[in-house]
Nanobody
Framework: VQLVESGGGLVQAGGSLGLSCAASRGTFSSFVMGWFRQAPGKEREFVASISGSGGRTLYADSVKGRFTISRDNDKRTVYLQMNSLKPEDTAIYYC??????????????????WGQGTLVTVSS
């Protein structure tokens, strides 16, 4: 499935930004969706995931309480609402999809399809 992210940009520390990821085809409600990010010089890391129904979510400790993942299966879109942003949140954010897991995962290897990424820059 093709995934296309949007919504990245420049924001000041303490601000908010929302990301979207649209899927082109497939039975979207059967996909577990995740968000990952990669900062310059660092490995890609897990941010959040959501089950196909949206009933189960998982967050990295670093974003828990600040970020919210959600989905609209009718629109074939997953969202990441980011609040209280910090400079260390600066990264390229990628959405990913999986049909091989049920509830969500923080492991990159569990995801089959990836978007091209969208850059989020948080200034101090």
């Amino acid at each position: 499935v093709q995934l296309v992210e949007s919504g990245g940009g420049l924001v000041q520390a303490g601000g908010s930004l929302g990301l979207s990821c649209a899927a082109s085809r497939g039975t979207f409600s059967s996909f577990v969706m995740g968000w990952f990010r990669q900062a310059p010089g660092k490995e890609r890391e897990f941010v959040a995931s959501i089950s196909g129904s949206g009933g189960r979510t998982l967050y990295a400790d670093s974003v828990k309480g600040r970020f919210t993942i959600s989905r609209d299966n009718d629109k074939r879109t997953v969202y990441l609402q980011m609040n209280s942003l910090k400079p260390e949140d600066t990264a390229i954010y990628y959405c990913a999809g999986s049909t091989g897991i049920m509830y969500g995962s923080s492991r990159r290897s569990d995801y089959d399809d990836w978007g091209q990424g969208t850059l989020v820059t948080v200034s101090s």
